[in-house]
């Protein structure tokens, strides 16, 4: 068997006038950022004809593998489509419906979602895409449970994205999903960004650049002090004390600097490192769970369990090799 045998191998759809930023994002995350470690992804991009086309930015893309590459992928990713949402040939559309009869994973990032809409995969199913093309879709596709707000939609081996920044965290997700929330976290410090945001995407998150000094009662060092003791107890009147803050200012200046409350940036944050204790070390349950600052193994098993449906024994084995 040859190196190639064990990848997972991943096949993006492209077309004419796609973004190169939409297209970008999924080689990323699958193929560019694995420096100094083994890949984990055979990624391949196909189109149509299997030739050269423009993107929106201004450049040419050279493709030379057309729609039969679909066949022999384990994951099929629409990275976008057209904002005038033309239909899709049917050609595109029966081989993603072959591959999603074979209960492989099919994946709409952005408006990518209106072609698997198109092939048939998502009817019944709740599903999302760009807010901005809500009512389109919703009168386009009635069968569809269309939800607008969440950042992606996993339903068994269909995921879709809603816009632009959030192919990226649905992207990360899927890395978390097969080979584990470690390599998920260790690519998003390469890139530079959060392993996993809360909150929907109609939240706008703000990042000014601040001139002044850290000072010890800085936001964003009380912050990375609270991140870096995760077992202790942080309540909301104590982390907005040692800001220097009233509890209603702290709340606000957070949720703009954070895209959500505090309680759920917490709760995310040991949520995450119980991911990671599980996968890499042989704490008992109890101990992951006061390791991650839930308390109780109880309380920590009714929120894993809320926030990826699997208990944290069931999340274990899965990732026991």
């Given at each position: 068997m040859?190196k190639?045998?064990d ?15 939409h297209l970008?994002?999924?080689c990323?995350v ?10 984990r992804f055979?990624?391949?991009i ?6 050269q086309f423009?993107t929106?930015?201004?450049?040419g893309?050279?493709i030379?593998r057309d ?6 992928a ?9 904002n ?5 040939s ?5 081989a ?5 009869a ?10 990518g ?6 092939a048939?995969?998502?009817?019944r199913k709740r ?6 093309f809500?009512?389109?879709f919703?009168k386009?596709f009635p069968k569809?449970e269309?939800?607008p707000?969440p950042l992606f939609?996993e339903?068994e081996?269909v995921i879709t994205s ?5 192919s990226l965290d649905?992207c ?12 998920a976290n260790?690519?998003a ?11 929907g995407?109609q939240q706008?998150?703000?990042a000014?650049?601040s001139?002044?000094p850290?000072?010890?009662?800085s936001?964003s060092?009380v ?6 003791n995760?077992n202790l107890s942080h309540s909301?009147?104590?982390?907005a004390?040692r800001c220097?803050?009233s509890?209603r200012?702290f709340t606000r200046q ?19 490192l119980s991911q990671r204790l599980?996968e890499?070390t042989?704490?008992?349950i109890?101990q992951?769970a006061?390791q991650?600052g839930?308390?109780?193994?109880s309380?920590?098993r ?5 926030a990826?449906h ?12």
């Open positions: 040859s190639s045998d990848l997972i191998k991943i096949t993006l759809v492209a077309f004419e006038g796609i973004s190169a930023f970008s994002i999924p990323m699958f193929q560019d950022i694995f420096v100094g470690q083994p890949p055979d990624l391949n196909c189109n149509e004809n299997g030739s423009e929106s930015s201004g450049f893309v050279v030379d729609l039969s590459a679909i066949e022999e384990d994951i099929v990713i629409i990275p976008s489509w057209p005038e949402l033309p239909e899709p049917g050609q595109l559309l029966v993603l419906q072959k591959h999603h074979k209960n492989k994973l099919l994946v709409g990032l952005c408006l979602s209106y072609v698997l809409a198109c048939g995969v998502l009817n599903a999302t895409t760009h807010w901005a809500s009512e389109q919703q386009r569809i269309f939800d707000n939609i339903h081996t809603a816009g632009v920044a959030a649905c990360l997700h899927i890395v978390r999903r097969l080979c584990g929330s470690e390599l260790d690519l410090r390469k890139m530079v960004t959060a392993p996993f945001r809360t909150g995407q706008y998150i703000p000014p650049i001139a002044k850290l000072t010890e009662t936001l060092l912050i990375e002090q609270v991140e870096q995760l909301l009147d104590e982390v004390k220097a803050m509890k200012t957070f949720k703009a600097s954070y895209g959500c409350t505090f309680g759920e940036w917490l709760q995310n944050q040991r949520l995450v599980l890499t042989q704490f008992s109890s992951v006061e991650a839930f308390g109780s193994d309380v920590f009714k929120h894993f369990k809320n990826f699997v208990s944290p024994i069931l999340w274990r084995a899965s990732f026991k090799q």
